[in-house]
Every structure is written in C-alpha cells, then in structure tokens.
C-alpha cells in the first residue's frame, strides 16, 4: 500500500508519547498497529522529556537520566508537561514566551522552540516505527498523513489547529536535519538553535489531517470490546496532565460522537504525583527549607514510580532525601488532596454518563459500555469510578470492558501490549477512527 493509503496518529502526551499506524480503507481498520517509536525498556513509550545544561540538548532517557545526574542544588528542572502549555488559551503568546532559567539556563529557547524540538524527537521516533514495520518500512513522513490527539482545546479557537500544523512543518524540518543527533538523543545548543532558525525559513510539507478528542479515539479503538447490547462507548482517560472522557453511539456501519458528553478536566495524574509528593515530604519530617525544595525535585524523577509501586504492591518505601519513607496505598488515598483529585474526576465523569445515557435513552438504547484509558486506568479509585457510577435520569444499564482487547493478548504481540494497552489506546484508535471524528 502507497503512503497516501496510510493515517499515522501521534499523541503526545504529559508522560509519554506514542504513535500508531493504521489503512485509510475502512475495511482495514483492524490492522492498527502500534509504532516502535523509542529504544529503551518499552518501545511502544517515547519519555516526553527534555533538559538543557547550558551547551546540550537531552531528549527522553536521555534527559532523564541528565536530570537525575545533575550536580546536587542545581536548580534546573527537566522540561517536561509539553501538553499543557498546548492548551494554553492564549497559545500565540505562551508559545512567544522565553523558557525560564530553570529550564533554559541558556535563555536562548522560547517555549515554541522547545515543543517544536520535542516534536521532531517524536517524528524522529514515528520515522523509526515505519522503517521496522514490514508493511510501511518504505515510507517517509512526507508520505503519510498525519493526525494527533488532543484533550478539548476546540473551545479555545480553531487559530491553535493552524498553529499545531506550522509546529509540525517545523518539527519536521527539524527531525531531518538533526537526525542523527536524535537517534543519539541529543544535540549542542547551537546546533539545535541552527536547526530551528532554519525550520522557521522553510518547514517540511506534512499533510496534517487534523485532531481527534482524545477519549474519543480511546473510544474508537475500543469499540470491538463493546459489549453485544450496548449502543454506546464511553471512556473515561486519565492522563498525567489531564482527565478526558468522550463517548461514541455506533451500529454496525457507523460511530459519531456524542457531543454532549465530552468533558475535559486539568487535573489528572500529576495532581496525584503533586500529593504524593507533599504527604513524602511531611512524613519525612524535613522543614521547609532549600533542602526540601532540592528534595521536591528528586522527587520529580520518581514519583510516578512510587506511586506505581504503591497501587501495585499496596506499600512503597521512597527515597525522600537521607530518609526512607514508608506509605501505604490506604495513605494516600487518605490523604485531602489526592481525594479531591479523585472527587473531581468522578463528578467529571458522572455528569458525562448522564448526558451519554440521555443521548442512547432518546434513541431506545439500553446499555452503555466504559472503559478507562491513559496512564491512570489501572489506579484503584479510577476503577472503582467506573464500577460505582450509574447514570441519573435514564434507563440505561452500564457494561464495563477490559482495559485490554481479547485481540491485544494475542500471542503475535508477546504480551508486550497488555501492560501498556491503556495507553496506547489513545494514538491507536486516533489512526483507525473515521474521518467524521477529525476536527480540521
């Protein structure tokens, strides 16, 4: 198949980013597939992270690991939450704004220019899927089209699709002209600065299709987990900079948005970290001195470790400075903040369901399916979101799905989909949805 035969999806997300590949030929949605985009532990997730030093660049394991290795009280943070500055409302200026000396010691790079660098990174790593992929090795970004996922920024001006496509051009610019230092993960300042002085003159023609809402490409991916008398699909996606939830009502031919239920909220999985980090450093009895700001930023480079590890084994002993810290999962999830987080993501999703159970109640559906998707899925409290919420007001019976398709434990993926599926869920059904649910 030619490259105009083939849509690419990346979604950039706060912690990591991700790409999928999919036909254009409706028939062949199901043969979606995940891109190789990174060379570390897991592949299919490209660390959404850059740091500067004051004469390189660092890009994903790279910059971490750069991060974590920096001189004890310096006071630079790795650059990182890409998509939240995306949604900015005033995204022309936040763009123009330099990046400040905590992140650019250099004072050189705007925020435009780091997002753009982080982007060519990404395009650098979807031109790395294509040339291992048996079906698309031939193919160049120029050849494909392009989409990528986004929470609801629709409600802050159709001006920010024709920014994120010059951002695109530029960053494809970019990923031609550095790529070797790309696939070595980094790059000198001035080299970078060259770079991007001369993507501003020319760019790459992309074809950038558009974006599709983030929990409605979760939920086009899903759709085959629906369950045999549900009309529709809702997701509930909790990220690490925000939480999203969209339903789709479908038949057998054909899926559409249900617009009345699309909600997006800007707290998710860093507020989380942010809690977890404020009740370490309680615990820890430090005092709140510079000792305890340079611990908030190791903790920076960890905390999503910890938390992972405090769900999963119900117990995590951290770091927090010269002390190790006990917590228990019951510990957080105690503590006034993270419950507020988990609170305002219920009262998001519920209010989501009702308009999702009013929309299939008016067509004489009985049955919903919800699934949940990003990198919160497997948190307990959002588990027991979607187990406990029933809709108000309709007649509508609530189904929920595998956060992994029977068809991604297949044994051709070596159960290297399962652990991550959640996440992947995202850029994946991005590829494969119908052009119908692409905002230009």
């Given amino acids: 198949m030619t490259g105009a035969g083939w849509t690419v999806c ?35 997730l490209l660390p959404a992270v850059l740091h500067l030093d004051g004469t390189h660049v660092r890009f994903g394991a790279a910059a971490l690991r750069a991060a974590a290795d920096q001189r004890p009280g310096a006071a630079r943070e790795a650059v990182q939450s890409f998509k939240t500055l995306l949604g900015a409302r005033d995204l022309g200026r936040a763009l123009r704004t330099l990046a400040g000396p905590h992140l650019d010691p250099s004072r050189q790079f705007r925020q435009r220019d780091l997002i753009v660098l982080f982007l060519a990174y990404l395009l650098h790593g979807v031109q790395r899927g294509l040339a291992v992929d048996v079906d698309l090795k031939r193919l160049r970004l120029e050849d494909v089209t392009l989409r990528y996922t986004r929470p609801d920024w629709t409600r802050r001006g159709a001006a920010q699709d024709a920014e994120m496509s010059a951002l695109f051009e530029e960053a494809a610019h970019v990923a031609a ?17 060259a770079a991007l002085t001369d993507a501003a003159r020319k760019g790459v023609q992309v074809q950038i299709e558009g974006a599709v809402f983030e929990a409605a490409a979760a939920a086009a991916c899903h759709l085959d987990s629906a369950t045999r008398r549900s009309a529709a699909m809702i997701v509930l996606d909790v990220g690490a900079g925000t939480t999203d939830v969209g339903a789709l009502a479908f038949t057998a031919r054909e899926a559409w948005e249900i617009a009345d239920a699309r909600r997006t909220l800007d707290l998710a999985g860093d507020a989380v970290d942010r ?25 920076l480079l960890d905390v999503r470790a910890a938390k992972e590890t405090l769900f999963t084994e119900g117990r ?27 609170a305002e993501i219920q009262d998001v999703y519920a209010a989501a369901l009702d308009a999702a159970a009013a929309a299939v109640s008016a067509e004489g559906g009985k049955a919903i399916t919800a699934v949940a998707a990003g990198g919160g899925a497997r948190l307990p409290p959002i588990r027991d979101i979607l187990r406990r919420t029933k809709p108000r007001g309709a007649n509508v019976r609530v189904d929920l799905a595998p956060l992994t398709p029977t068809w991604a434990e297949a044994p051709a993926y070596g159960g290297a989909l399962e652990p991550i599926f959640p996440m992947l869920a995202i850029a994946m059904g991005g590829a494969a949805a119908p052009l119908e649910l692409v905002a230009m």
């Fill in 275 to 299: 809690a977890l980090m404020n009740l370490l450093i309680a615990k820890s009895g430090l005092k709140r001195t510079a000792q305890q700001a340079h611990v908030w930023r190791d903790l």
């Fill in 177 to 193: 002209v550095l790529a070797g230092d790309l696939e070595a993960h980094e790059t000198s300042i001035d080299r970078a600065l």
């Fill in 316 to 342: 995590a002993t951290t770091p927090v400075g010269a002390r190790m810290v006990k917590l228990t999962a019951r510990d957080l999830l105690k503590d006034p903040d993270a419950e507020q987080v988990f």
């Fill in 10 to 44: 990346v979604d950039f997300g706060t912690a990591a980013s991700k790409a999928a590949a999919a036909p254009r030929d409706p028939e062949g949605a199901t043969l979606v597939r995940p891109l190789i985009v990174a060379l570390g532990a897991n592949p299919f």
